[in-house]
């Protein structure tokens, strides 16, 4: 796996979801406030990246993880323990949650996502 | 009440507190094998799993469904299923077989397929099963860290030593829930004073726990946990979706999770189904694998009492570890809750996952005393890390820590604490005084520190939170405090959010801030020569625990008063039958100047004469120089003796009455336990020698049996005995000797 770790191994490639270059975060910038707790956050891009390292590593699922994870980098905080909540046993209808799939797949893209929570609405009452 | 006094002395043994049933399969109390365990099965059709163990789809409950989705290859499903179970555990321990290989095939079993394969392993054959099959090849540790006050300067302090001590993650949780943040706080800030910056969490409820690792006070979180049966599962208020679901949101911020389970949860929840523990641990592990987490903490973990009152549980719990490395995740191998009363049994569980290594041996090992520990004690807690450093260099196995001296353990622990001084004054937090600095550098526990006003503390912990103060802060604050050394550590493990490294399984970060992981850092065990070795470097770090002493200074210690024996010349045969000769071995009065147990030469040579001098004999002192041998020293004494009585004395103590007569190993009297031998004795012993000589009935010298002394004594024994052996010049005859002592 020659480009892991990727803080290590290309830096240069690596960003913030705010745009900023991973290089940039450095202790005087936080002093400055030029980054703040918003930038220290990880990319759709980086996650694809670690998906596929995962992939390649033999394991399907945590690269299905990470690529789930990549669809939710954008997504808010509340959005996601909202729907966490909803997933959780008895909070929603089949209904609900077919309804919450197709929000999330189009409003975000969230399509493995969208795949996860239809498969829960199967089980749900 | 048993009549027997031994039966009541093992009675009343640590072991007989423990609880043991017998197995009673229709709740679940089984550990492996339950008559109602289903028969390994899979049908597959057009790439879809339609039936397993046994079950037809439309049976499914909503593990099996998860399972059947997500966590079985089914491109190699039915070879691996074809397969008989001895061939595949013989895989687990062949060290033909890479890892890689052995965990395509058993990524194609289905839940029942691998208990039996399991169940054709004894204990042995699974620690080198697990020395194989673990993610990382590099073994590691994790540190609980809490206290019953929630005292940040404590938990900051424990934190740093915990660091200190080679911990790569620790775990705080909270008595009181609205403490999370604070705790959090200080854990972090802790985590990065010492040598490196582990990874930090805070075991709180689930959408807590994300919010403090979203707000950059914690890096990890292991929380989630998985149970074997529906019923089991959505008592804890979950379904494998709805933690699928959590663990992509943890991962979609960069924040590393691990999963948790363990043997003996659905039979304490009362949803075990009569199916047995193994079998349903593999249902959550392979639920967990299905969800696409890098890892799990398993082990039993808070059930461990349970499984250890059972038939096989220990062999239990190595076995729900072994599935789970086998599965691919990286494994926190449990020994966290306290699993037995008996020290015996305590350890020899350890063993099970020290000696093979795991990504994490212990889930939390307590750096803390046992009152402390909010997670339910800790099997092995503050007071037991001088015998893990003590197991890791007499097993050379690296469990994960390093013995450190208590200077170096102070300073972090001041430093740290003075750190959260600081944090919690830069951003209005209720003070931690000097005082209750000062405390935590040298605490026992948190009864050693100063209460503080928890009112206005949980106040704090809530508003921090409503402000979303985090990690940023807390490294602003450290930098404009003078502790940029810990700001710039923080921000290191802060900045690994954003590549994602330690997303990968069996990550963690190491002093400097390196990410190691099962991609960097893979188990490429196969057989001796390969997997992870004690570097020399590590054996040296492992081996120089500070209760070492070195032995060349062992017996250098000079003597009050000290003793000087000249050697005059030849020593002759006497011809005075009133004479005992007492003949000292060759560094008597020399280069060592003290028996075993620091009795002066002088000291003892004075009371010998004594003893001879009462019995109105007149003693006569040789030096013996061919031999540091107790028993020829003796005799060479005889031999020049002119009553035919000697007293041989080794330097280090031992004595014996011997006669020119008898051969050179009999004796008349033998005192070999130099340790139990007083001045006294040494008096009585010069009486016996003389009332021999004069052919009187001697009644023995009274010798205490002390079966610990050559435990106590045998490293010392041994220097000694050295010292004595390089005096020996064999060409040399015995010398008479003028003593001057002061």
């Known amino acids: 796996m020659p480009d892991y770790p990727l803080a290590e191994k290309t830096p240069g490639q690596l960003k913030t979801p705010t745009g900023l270059d991973f290089t940039a975060i450095t202790l005087e910038a936080v002093l400055d406030s030029r980054v703040t707790m918003e930038d220290l956050r990880v990319t759709s891009e980086a996650l694809e990246l670690q998906a596929r390292i995962a992939e390649a590593a033999g394991r399907p699922q945590l690269a299905e993880n990470l690529r789930r994870a990549a669809e939710l980098a954008g997504v808010p905080e509340e959005r996601i323990l909202e729907i966490y909540n909803v997933l959780r046993p008895g909070r929603a209808t089949r209904a609900g949650l077919l309804a919450l799939a197709a929000d999330l797949e189009a409003r975000y893209g969230a399509a493995r996502c969208a795949a996860l929570i239809r498969e829960a609405a199967e089980s749900a009452a | ?742």
């Open chain 2, 1 to 742: 009440m048993p009549s027997s006094k031994r039966y009541a002395a093992r009675a009343g043994r640590e072991v007989n507190r423990d609880s043991f049933i017998e197995e009673w399969p229709e709740t679940g109390l089984i550990v492996t094998g339950s008559p109602y365990d289903p028969a390994p099965s899979v049908a597959i059709h057009d790439g879809r799993i339609v039936e397993m163990d046994g079950r037809p789809e439309a049976e499914f409950d909503i593990l099996d469904r998860f399972i059947a989705l997500h966590a079985i290859d089914v491109a190699v499903a039915e070879a691996a299923m074809a397969t008989d179970s001895t061939a595949l555990a013989r895989m687990l321990v062949d060290v033909h077989a890479p890892r890689p290989t052995v965990v395509r095939v058993f990524a194609g079993l289905t839940p029942a397929k691998i208990v039996e394969v399991i169940g054709r392993l004894n204990v042995v054959e699974m620690m080198l099963a697990l020395q194989k099959m673990r993610a990382r090849r590099t073994p590691s540790n994790q540190a609980h860290v809490t206290n019953r006050r929630e005292n940040p300067a404590l938990l900051a302090a424990d934190a740093a030593e915990a660091v200190e001590r080679g911990f790569a993650e620790l775990e705080t949780t909270v008595g009181v829930a609205r403490y999370a943040p604070l705790n959090a706080l200080a854990l972090l800030i802790g985590s990065a004073t010492g040598r490196g910056a582990a990874l930090t969490q805070c075991a709180v409820e689930e959408s807590l726990g994300l919010r403090l690792a979203l707000l950059g006070l914690t890096s990890y979180a292991e929380t989630l946990s998985v149970y074997g049966t529906e019923k089991a599962f959505r008592d804890g208020d979950d379904t494998p979706w709805s933690k699928a679901f959590l663990a992509s949101a943890y991962a979609s911020r960069g924040i590393k999770v691990r999963f948790t389970s363990g043997t003996g949860s659905e039979a304490l929840m009362g949803h075990a189904e009569a199916k047995s523990m193994l079998y349903l641990e593999t249902r959550c592990l392979m639920a967990i694998r299905g969800a696409g987490s890098q890892g799990v903490q398993n082990g039993s973990i808070s059930c461990i009492a349970l499984p250890e009152s059972l038939p096989g549980g220990v062999r239990g719990v190595l076995a729900e570890n072994l599935i789970a490395a086998m599965l691919d995740l990286e494994v926190a191998s449990g020994n966290d809750a306290m699993a037995s009363h008996s020290g015996i049994r305590k350890a020899a569980k350890l063993m099970l996952q020290f000696l093979p290594g795991a990504d994490f041996v212990f889930s939390g090992y307590s750096v803390m005393p046992r009152q402390d520990n909010l997670f339910g004690g800790g099997n092995f807690d503050a007071d037991d890390l001088d015998d893990y450093n003590i197991l890791q260099r007499d097993m050379q196995a690296d469990g994960g820590l390093r013995p450190v001296r208590e200077p170096e353990v102070l300073e972090v622990r001041r430093r740290a604490a003075l750190a959260v001084q600081a944090v919690f004054e830069e951003m209005a937090l209720p003070p931690v005084s000097d005082a209750e600095v000062e405390a935590a550098v040298r605490a026992y526990s948190s009864e050693d520190m100063p209460e503080r006003n928890v009112v206005a503390d949980l106040e704090a912990a809530g508003e921090f939170l409503r402000g979303g103060r985090n990690g940023v802060d807390v490294i602003q604050a450290l930098a404009r405090r003078g502790f940029r050394d810990i700001a710039e550590k923080i921000l290191t493990v802060q900045k690994l959010r954003v590549s994602g490294d330690y997303l990968q399984t069996s990550a963690l970060v190491l002093p400097g801030g390196r990410v190691l992981s099962a991609i960097n850092d893979p188990n490429d065990y196969q057989g001796p020569g390969t997997g992870y070795r004690l570097a020399a470097e590590r054996a040296a770090e492992i081996d120089a625990i500070p209760q070492a002493l070195d032995p060349r200074a062992i017996g250098a210690e000079p003597a009050q008063p000290p003793l000087r024996l000249e050697e005059t010349g030849d020593a002759a045969a006497g011809d005075n039958p009133r004479e005992i000769v007492i003949a000292v071995g060759p560094a008597f009065g020399g280069a060592l100047q003290a028996t075993l147990l620091g009795l002066p030469h002088a000291r003892v040579l004075e009371a010998l004469i004594q003893g001879v001098e009462e019995e109105r004999l007149t003693a006569r002192v040789v030096k013996i120089r061919h031999t540091s041998d107790c028993g020829f020293i003796g005799h060479a004494g005889a031999r020049l003796s002119g009553s035919g009585i000697a007293i041989g004395i080794q330097s280090k103590g031992t004595t014996v009455i011997h006669r020119r007569d008898l051969e050179p190993l009999d004796n008349l009297e033998l005192f070999p336990q130099a340790p139990n031998l007083t001045l006294d004795s040494y008096r009585v012993i010069g009486c016996n020698a003389a009332k021999y000589a004069k052919g009187e009935p001697v009644l023995p010298v009274p010798v205490q049996i002390d079966n610990l002394a050559r435990l106590k004594y045998i490293v010392r024994t041994t220097i000694l005995h050295l010292k004595e052996t390089e005096q020996v010049d064999p060409a040399r005859r015995p010398q008479e000797v003028r003593a001057r002592h002061a």
